[in-house]
């Protein structure tokens, strides 16, 4: 299956979606993404790369992304057990979730914790912290 390159015009579109600051075509910053390689997997470097802070957002980019068929790979918080993960597609949109990093609840009685994928291990050991 072949993928379209991710052009001017659609990086615009994706600079109204999340901001001009949180879209970065950069080089250098595309070329930073390339340590998220893990398990062997030759990582590759994105055409671009987003950061968005909201779930509308995300499903924004994905719906342009399909519409223009173009691949997308998401990257969490983390650089460990499946939180990065090497781009399947060469080039494409590299998803950096980083910003969405909020812990939304926290249900000690039932055990459960629901997080935005960016949410570091750290910021969730310093929640239980101050709630003790």
């Not at 068929?69 to 057990?81: E, K, M, N, R």
């Amino acid at each position: 299956m072949s993928y379209n390159e991710v052009t001017p015009d659609i990086v615009k579109m994706l600079e109204s979606i999340v901001g001009k600051e949180f879209v970065s075509s950069d080089i250098a910053m595309r070329y930073s993404y390339l340590s998220r390689g893990i398990m062997g997997l030759e990582a590759t470097v994105p055409e671009v790369v987003v950061r968005p802070r909201y779930v509308e957002e995300v499903r924004k980019i994905l719906i342009l992304a399909n519409e223009n068929h173009i691949p997308v790979t998401p990257c969490a918080g983390g650089l460990s057990g499946g939180y990065a993960t090497p781009l399947v597609q060469p080039g494409g949109i590299l998803l950096d979730l980083s910003r969405m990093d909020r812990i939304i609840e926290v249900n000690t009685d039932a055990r459960y914790a629901v997080l935005e994928p960016g949410v570091r291990s750290g910021k969730v050991w310093a929640y239980f912290r101050k709630a003790t």
